[in-house]
């Protein structure tokens, strides 16, 4: 158990509909990170936060955005869902704090999408 | 970021040392070697990081030449649970940026 947590855990939905992916980093984490992993593209990062702000920018479409909230948790919002958008969806989170010294990111479990 | 190559898959069997080696012909020098483990439907786990000479902890080690143009991640004594899929990433040392991972290596143990 990596202590970041993500709801819900399947999710299944028709095309044109727009889903809220949840996560909950592990306690003390200040940053986020979201990525997607497909079949054909592996794994791809989309989008990080950082205590509420903005850090990074990866593959992420105009379609899906995200925020950070005050308690830290991160929500990932994807709209007009396409059948390629069929994935698992993984939050990571890390500490960031000066003492941190390696690339070491605690994944969740995922949220498996998928766009009938 | 400097591209990695890996072996796409490797069979072994239980209780033998498996050793996966990735190319970094482009590494920087403040970059890092950092290992990563998936199991399918799970997130990517860390393995273990190093910089150079040999880094070892209570599952794998890590081997890098003084070159630094590829590492070699060995896993001692391997079971039918380290069947899985290894990632060898290279990036500056910090936690605060976002990972790239390449196609990593599939890793089959048989009994």
């Known amino acids: 158990d990596s202590g970041v947590t993500q709801t819900p855990k399947h999710l299944i939905t028709a095309t044109g509909q727009r889903v809220t992916l949840r996560c909950s980093p592990r306690s003390g984490d200040l940053s986020v990170y979201w990525y997607q992993q497909s079949l054909d593209q592996g794994l791809q990062f989309l989008i990080q936060y950082y205590n509420g702000e903005e850090r990074a920018k990866g593959n992420i479409l105009e379609r899906f955005s995200a925020q950070q909230f005050p308690d830290l948790h991160s929500e990932l919002n994807l709209s007009s869902l396409e059948l390629g958008d069929s994935a698992l969806y993984f939050c990571?989170?890390?500490?960031?704090?000066?003492?941190?010294?390696?690339?070491?990111?605690?994944f969740g479990p995922g949220t498996r999408l998928t766009v009938l | 970021l400097a591209k990695t190559t890996q072996p796409i898959s490797m069979d072994s069997y239980e209780g033998q040392e498996v050793n996966i080696t990735c190319s970094h012909n482009n590494i920087a020098t403040n970059d890092y070697i950092t290992w990563y483990q998936q199991f399918p439907s799970q997130g990517p786990r860390f393995i273990i990081q190093g910089y150079k000479t040999k880094v070892t902890n209570e599952v794998a080690s890590l081997f890098i030449p003084a070159d630094r143009k590829s590492s070699t991640l060995s896993l001692p004594r391997v079971s039918l649970s380290d069947t899985a899929v290894y990632y060898c990433l290279v990036a500056r040392r910090s936690s605060a940026r976002q990972l790239t991972f390449g196609s990593g290596t599939q890793l089959t143990v048989l009994p």
């Open positions: 990571a989170s890390s500490v960031d704090s000066s003492g941190s010294t390696y690339n070491e990111q605690f």
